[in-house]
């Protein structure tokens, strides 16, 4: 288990060819043992983007704060504070600053070798049966 703030996650420069004035944070990754998903925060300065780029896994995100425009093969689309995002697999993707202050985002993705774990069989929330979706 983890609680953390997210200020106190490592903001690292994002050093990937076509990336500019980006940083991310890995929220929760393999390093706390997660079996299946990673979360990052993405933080994207005015003028800044991720690469444009392609891969074989999904990406689910959700934009906290800021103005973006998401960018692919079908052509560009803005999205803002509140928007969800699903990037299919294999698709090019790009997301851009589009506004004049800090535009940041979670992004979930897959592991790339899950470690399944047992699933539970009673809800530690509440009584009854563990919902495992």
Same mark, same amino acid.
């Given at each position: 288990?983890? *609680?953390?703030?997210?200020?106190?996650?490592?903001l690292e420069d994002v050093n990937v060819e076509g990336a $500019?004035?980006? $940083?991310?944070?890995? *929220? =929760? !990754?393999?390093?706390?043992?997660?079996?299946?998903?990673?979360?990052?925060m993405f933080e994207v300065e005015p003028g800044g983007n991720?690469?444009?780029?392609?891969? !074989?896994?999904?990406?689910? +995100? #959700?934009? *906290?704060?800021?103005?973006?425009? *998401?960018?692919?093969?079908?052509?560009?689309?803005?999205?803002?504070?509140?928007?969800?995002? #699903? +990037?299919?697999?294999?698709?090019?993707?790009? #997301?851009?600053?589009a506004g004049n202050s800090l535009m940041r985002f979670l992004?979930? =993705?897959?592991?790339?070798?899950?470690?399944?774990?047992?699933?539970?069989?009673?809800?530690?929330?509440?009584?009854? =049966?563990?919902?495992?979706?």
């Open positions: 288990m983890k *609680l953390v703030n997210f200020k106190d996650v490592e $500019k004035k980006t $940083k991310i944070r890995w *929220l =929760i !990754s393999e390093k706390d043992d997660a079996p299946t998903f990673a979360m990052r991720t690469p444009y780029h392609w891969h !074989s896994w999904e990406h689910e +995100v #959700f934009c *906290l704060e800021g103005e973006g425009i *998401l960018v692919t093969e079908n052509g560009e689309k803005p999205f803002g504070k509140g928007d969800v995002i #699903f +990037v299919d697999p294999n698709k090019k993707h790009q #997301f851009k600053n992004c979930i =993705i897959p592991l790339d070798k899950p470690r399944q774990k047992e699933k539970k069989t009673v809800n530690p929330f509440a009584s009854g =049966i563990a919902n495992n979706c």
